[in-house]
């Protein structure tokens, strides 16, 4: 059963740090495209961060240079790396992969992944 888990949300003030992880099963997420979503309420849920199996990476605009993805293919693990986080980085984080090489244009839809994860909550303060 193919699986994504994130865990390592939670309530941090601005200016601080947290590590999202999103465990897979069921597949070799290293074989797949796998990227971070976030969703704020009353919102459009948006691509944040993608890497794919050619490991060339996207980021959100508003998110270049404090964050980084990751990951860990003997964990079968993808990290995403929130460093001085913003009151506006608040939201639900989801974990999508796909079993094709994507390329990324400016931004990333949420159509074109397959699998999805719960997602873990993040919560920044002022």
């Known amino acids: 059963q193919v699986q994504l888990v994130e865990s390592g949300g939670g309530s941090v003030q601005a200016g601080g740090s947290l590590r999202l992880s999103c465990a897979a099963s069921g597949f070799s997420s290293s074989r797949y495209s796998m990227g971070w979503f976030r969703q704020a309420p009353g919102k459009e849920r948006e691509g944040v961060a993608a890497?794919?199996?050619?490991?060339?990476?996207y980021y959100a605009d508003s998110v270049k240079g404090r964050f980084t993805i990751s990951r860990d293919n003997a964990k079968n693990t993808l990290y995403l790396q929130m460093n001085n986080l913003k009151p506006e980085d608040t939201g639900l984080y989801y974990c999508?992969?796909?079993?094709?090489?994507?390329?990324?244009?400016?931004?990333?839809?949420?159509?074109?992944?397959?699998?999805w994860g719960r997602g873990t909550q993040v919560t920044v303060s002022s």
């Open positions: 890497t794919n199996i050619g490991d060339d990476t």
């Open positions: 999508a992969a796909d079993p094709r090489n994507l390329g990324f244009g400016s931004v990333i839809h949420r159509t074109v992944f397959g699998v």
